[in-house]
């Protein structure tokens, strides 16, 4: 059974870049696209960005300028970089699968939490 | 971007009732719905997509339908444990926009 683990820096100042990754235990990367979701304190879900297996991605467009999201099928994980960040980027970040042809989001990693504060 | 939009944003209900939560999308969006369940503090966790499939190891209590605008999420006999968060999800394109959340009390 598939199992996503994921680790960054969790306090940031502004103007940080963002920094994420997310392991894949027992499972495939084919057939899969890879997901960032995040969670401001006390508000609902944002979907951030994709990637599948072979590197293909799609964007927010609100936060397009400043995200860069990468694959390594070899350490078999996924990344997310967000530059410029501010207080508005203060958030739970949730990595996610989701099926090629579904993208329903049908396994979560654990969440990381990451504040960004002067 | 298309918007998802939840109705109603907070409901109060008994163990036992019946509810259905409501979700509009600004767009035809055929049925690429999801529908996720949150407890505080906890990782979303699918519950139905496509409109309308239970995912695996999700309830029976729990339906889905609608197609196109207009969807709907339904527990058919409240527990105590489905006093959650619930989100729609629109995933027949990008940006795959969320509905801002219906928090599911008890009364």
């Known amino acids: 059974q598939v199992q996503l683990q994921q680790w960054g820096a969790g306090l940031l100042k502004p103007s940080e870049t963002l920094s994420l990754t997310c392991d894949v235990h027992?499972?495939?990367?084919?057939?899969?696209?890879w997901n960032w979701v995040r969670q401001p304190p006390g508000k609902g879900l944002e979907w951030i960005a994709e990637?599948?297996?072979?590197?293909?991605?799609n964007y927010n467009p609100s936060l397009k300028s400043r995200i860069i999201i990468s694959i390594d099928t070899s350490l078999n994980q996924f990344s997310l970089k967000l530059g410029s960040v501010t207080a508005a980027d203060t958030a739970v970040y949730f990595c996610?699968?989701?099926?090629?042809?579904?993208?329903?989001?049908?396994?979560w990693g654990q969440g990381t939490e990451v504040t960004v504060s002067s | 971007d298309i918007q998802m939009t939840q109705s109603p944003s907070s409901l109060s209900a008994s163990v036992g009732d019946r509810v259905t939560i409501t979700c509009r999308a600004s767009?035809?969006?055929?049925?690429?719905l999801a529908w996720y369940q949150q407890k505080p503090g906890k990782v979303p966790e699918l519950l139905i997509y496509?409109?309308?499939v239970l995912q695996s190891g999700v309830p029976y209590r729990f339906s889905g339908g609608g197609s196109g605008t207009h969807f709907t999420l339904t527990i058919s006999s409240l527990q105590p444990e489905d006093f959650a968060s619930y989100y729609c999800?629109?995933?027949?394109?990008?940006?795959?926009?969320f509905g801002q959340g219906t928090k599911l009390e008890i009364k």
């Open positions: 990637i599948s297996h072979t590197g293909s991605t």
């Open positions: 496509a409109a309308s």
């Open positions: 767009q035809d969006i055929s049925n690429y």
């Open positions: 996610a699968r989701s099926e090629t042809y579904s993208h329903a989001l049908d396994v």
């Open positions: 999800q629109n995933y027949n394109s990008v940006p795959r926009t």
């Open positions: 027992g499972g495939s990367f084919s057939g899969y696209y």
